[in-house]
């Protein structure tokens, strides 16, 4: 099973699907999984602004339960070549691990379930469903890839019990964390505009990044909260101050700073909006500026609450790895945060310690051990 999962993951490897180029890695998925009997269909999609975007949807059984697995084949640029000890595509072992780009995030994750499931559905007594959901619009603007994907299953009556994510979960080695949710991510643009004028005359002229200064100690002076159950505290990240003044001798009439909220359920991406907006209001309050705020949402926080499908999969994590993993939501957002819109979503997969590096690289062993995982995990969902 696991020389399997890593013959899969050589192979994708060697396909340069740098988002969003498909790159050959969806059509050796769909050839591979027609094979075997799944019925599988190309989903490209299309949205003026950005690139084409090809994905896969594949089938095996009907009925309920009906267990997803998703995951992305496209990956981020490897940058200078030279740099690399491995060429980033060749997918070469050396010293017990797997190197390539893509092989921890997430092409291997990708082969380990793709390996367990295609030995799953040898037993004889099979019932119930097993679906791959494979975009390449993750490491992208993430338009057309799953959102679309999800709305297409809608469109088709199609109705997931339960999904595994098989993003890289662990900081580094397999059986450490279950990702059950994931923190929302609040982007946020502030322009203070005032009065343009010579700095030996400030009385004639409203300093801008004076107002800027007044609303950052605002948005930082207190803890937006203290954590809940499954969350850490939400946290407001300065990113930037622009003024773009060139002059010396020149009072600007115009700056901007640029900020991100990693944010837990105790917000709603509404309730942070208003929020930033009463706290500048009130930074601001008797200064001679204007201020203008813009807010983009890139990710709802969301929590799947333990169950008994999360137990067995935690009980599947301790019989291979004699570990008992924590159930976390730290870390950045994936894909999980459109599925979990649909079903019931966890993430599980390889050590995330290498990924977007150079010399980007899997251990065999946790391949080996992720594979087992998601068998025994199939055994007892289906059983």
């Known amino acids: 099973m696991s020389d399997t999962a890593i013959k899969y993951a050589q192979d994708l490897i060697a396909c340069e699907s740098v988002t969003p180029i498909e790159g050959g890695a969806l059509t050796y998925l769909e050839s591979l999984l ?73 092409k291997g994750g990708i082969a380990c379930f793709l390996a367990a499931a295609l030995e799953h559905i040898k037993h004889p007594d099979f019932k119930g469903t097993i679906s791959f959901l494979i975009t390449g619009d993750e490491e992208g603007p993430a338009i057309n890839g799953t959102v679309k994907m999800l709305k ?23 059986g450490e964390a279950i990702k059950i949710g994931r923190r929302g991510s609040l ?117 799947t609450e333990p169950g008994p499908w999360i137990e067995t999969l935690t009980r599947s994590i301790f019989e291979v790895t004699n570990m008992q993993p924590s159930l976390s939501t730290s870390g950045g957002t994936s894909d999980a945060r459109f599925i979990k819109n649909v079903c019931p979503v966890v993430e599980l997969g390889l050590s995330n310690a290498t990924i977007h590096q150079i010399d980007e690289n899997v251990s065999l062993k946790d391949m080996a051990q992720l594979t087992e995982i998601y068998e025994k995990f199939l055994n007892y969902y289906f059983a």
């Open 34 to 106: 027609s094979n075997a009997g799944f019925s599988c269909t190309r989903l490209p999609f299309s949205e003026e602004g950005t690139a084409d975007v090809d994905n896969l949807y594949a089938q095996f059984g009907s009925g309920q339960p009906h267990l997803m697995f998703a995951g992305h084949t496209d990956v981020v640029d490897p940058g200078d070549l030279s740099l690399w000890t491995y060429p980033p595509f060749s997918g070469e072992i050396h010293d017990g691990k797997l190197y390539g780009r893509g092989s921890a995030d997430m």
């Open 152 to 174: 297409w299953l809608k469109e088709q009556n199609i109705q997931p019990t339960h999904a595994i994510v098989g993003e890289p979960t662990n900081p580094s080695f397999v």
């Open 187 to 303: 982007n946020g643009w502030l322009t203070v505009k005032g009065k343009q004028g010579h700095v030996a005359y400030p009385h004639l002229a409203s300093n801008p990044i004076d107002g800027i200064a007044l609303a950052l100690v605002e948005l930082k002076k207190e803890e937006l909260d203290g954590g809940t159950p499954h969350f850490l505290p939400s946290h407001l990240e300065i990113t930037s101050v622009d003024v773009g003044n060139k002059t010396v001798n020149v009072i600007p009439s115009e700056a901007r700073c640029h900020f991100n909220i990693r944010y837990n359920d105790t917000f709603t991406a509404a309730e942070l909006e208003a929020l930033i907006q009463r706290q500048v209001t009130t930074a601001l309050i008797g200064k001679d500026l204007d201020f203008s705020l813009k807010f983009q949402r890139s990710a709802d926080c969301f929590v």
